[in-house]
T-cell receptor
């Protein structure tokens, strides 16, 4: 069945460091891909999405490109801030169902 | 505007008791989803509604779990004869349509003693 695998955390970085959180997926057909973020004490919220191959989703300095050839949707940011500390979830939507990864906790230190 | 709300925010119950969790979606959102998030785990899809109907109930963990939605709005998730392994955060999300961005509620934290 469809599934999402993302790198385990926690990931600890210094402010202004480069961030990559890996996400790979298994799916039939043509899924849409998402990154959701959960800040401390808050609910999940959409960070970015891509609906077809080679699309790039971007928001708040974060980017992810839908790579069908490698079945990946890695999240990147060139320079992280302390305020980016949160749990990040990769997700896939296919045939009316959403599948979420287990989440990656990011800690950014000043 | 108002987001997705869930009640109660926390629920502690004894093993074997029934619990009912409520979700109020964003007004006008036709799709509604229930998820379960166990400690250290990702989100486990339980069920979704398009309007008042649930086309796919295969994600419900057992026949102790049921959900309904009335008037295309409020939804309730009922867990009968709760077990300790039911302890988790239950999240509700709504969206304009099934392929649209989901907006999540704050969740109900359920603890079964």
């Amino acid at each position: 069945g469809d599934s999402v695998t993302q790198m385990e955390g926690p990931v600890t970085l210094s402010e202004e460091a480069f961030l990559t959180i890996n996400c790979t997926y298994t799916a039939t057909g043509y899924p849409s891909l998402f990154w959701y973020v959960q800040y401390p004490g808050e609910g999940l919220q959409l960070l970015l999405k891509a609906t077809k191959a080679d699309d790039k989703g971007s928001n708040k300095g974060f980017e992810a490109t839908y790579r069908k050839e490698t079945t990946s949707f890695h999240l990147e940011k060139g320079s992280v801030q302390v305020s980016d500390s949160a749990v990040y979830f990769c997700a896939l939507y296919n045939f009316n169902k959403f599948y979420f990864g287990s989440g990656t906790k990011l800690n950014v230190k000043p | 505007g108002a987001g997705v709300s869930q009640s109660p925010s926390n629920k502690v119950t004894e093993k074997g008791k029934d619990v009912e969790l409520r979700c109020d979606p964003i007004s006008g959102h036709t799709a509604l989803y229930w998820y379960r998030q166990s400690l250290g785990q990702g989100l486990e899809f339980l069920i979704y509604f398009q309007g008042n109907s649930a086309p796919d109930k295969s994600g419900l963990p057992s026949d102790r779990f049921s959900a309904e939605r009335t008037g295309g709005s409020v939804s309730t998730l009922t867990i009968q004869r709760t077990q300790q392994e039911d302890s988790a955060v239950y999240l509700c999300a709504s969206s304009l349509g099934t392929a649209e961005t989901q907006y999540f509620g704050p969740g109900t934290r359920l603890l079964v003693l």
